[in-house]
């Protein structure tokens, strides 16, 4: 089934919504049918979902509905390995941003026969490069023209853009998408302990690093540099990959402690933190230099300005649209939403 443009999908909502017995209409305005479209990408997007009963943050995608989400499956994403100290046996690794789901991870393991094992850390300095978002256009459309430079790399991206400053949200992904292009990791307001409020991050291991921003033709400055210096895990042995065994966070001292279910080479110790980390927990007999997640990744997001639809498979837009339907109308108290509700539940 082909898929439905941003355009095709708002005709197809408007539709449904429209009260053809009285011949009357019940308007929506464009944000407000795109929100409701969003939330019913997203909710499809859990529907296809199979949470782990053991570990609540780790899920399986429905056999049934594999075709549905491929799209957004991410496979084998490498995770840079940070440690606190240079004596830590607890290594972690940052969530890339677009991070939605997790399907599986593993860690790239070196046990303490290797020669590297007695000095596998090195202190490097990681660079905040902090943009305030925001166009500086005195009149509307705004952000109609994104440019992004990293050396002497460039990309742009151009659409109508926006009537509203406030609907910057949905260029946030797609600046960030722009420097991943480039080779630079990005993230909106937080990144490990830093938070900034609408500043867009980049991240950099390379203090030289000369990254420039333009919206709608005029520059961005960027906000003060942050240096902080942190141990990265940096191993010129291969050594081999194990599967985590992720656990719950209130098992985790448990499990760390418990001769029987403790962190081993063979099946090292996971578990997600609230603040975007994975951490991956080593012993004195073998450490952790690198972590591989496999993920759903957040969808894009569905614009009708952008004329962006949703990338997910054509087989799911209509059904998009019937939860959107179904949004909007518990939201005015429309008197035909339990059929819209018994409708959607048949169709499934």
Known sequence: MDKLSAKQKHIYVTQGLQRQGSF?????????????????????????????????????????????????????????VFKESATSLESYGMLPYDFSYL??????????????????????????????????ATAGPYYRKIEITVGTQSATYLCDGFTTKLEF??????????????????????????????????VTQNPSLVA???????????DTTINNPVVVFKNSIAGYTSVNRDVKTDYLYTSRTSNFHTTSPDSPLSVLVASGKMNVYGTKRFLVSQIN????????????????????????????????????????????????????????
């Open 293 to 348: 997640i496999n993920y759903i990744k957040k969808p894009r997001k569905i614009s009708l300005t952008l004329n962006q639809g949703s990338e997910l498979s054509g087989t799911v837009h209509e059904e998009i649209c019937d939860i959107a339907i179904q949004i909007l109308k518990k939201q005015v108290a429309d008197e035909t939403y339990p059929l819209e509700v018994e409708d959607n539940r048949r169709i499934k």
């Open 24 to 80: 009357r209409k019940d308007f929506q305005f464009a944000g407000a049918i795109d929100l409701a479209l969003n939330q019913a990408q997203n909710r499809l997007i859990k529907d296809r979902l199979v949470a782990n009963g053991e570990v609540p943050y780790k899920f399986q995608i429905n056999s049934k509905h594999v075709s549905d989400i491929q799209e957004l499956v991410k496979i084998d994403r490498p995770l840079l």
């Open 212 to 222: 420039t921003l333009k919206i709608d033709d005029v520059a961005i400055n960027a």
């Open 169 to 202: 949200v949905y260029m946030i992904d797609i600046v960030i998408q722009l420097f991943n292009s480039l080779g630079v990791v990005a993230y909106w307001e937080q990144y490990k302990y830093y938070y900034t409020y609408n500043k867009l991050v980049l």
């Open 103 to 136: 399907l599986g991870d593993t860690s790239l393991v070196t046990e303490d026969c290797e020669a590297t094992f007695k000095n596998p850390t090195n202190n490097v300095l990681e660079t905040l490069i902090p943009f305030t978002f925001n166009s500086a």
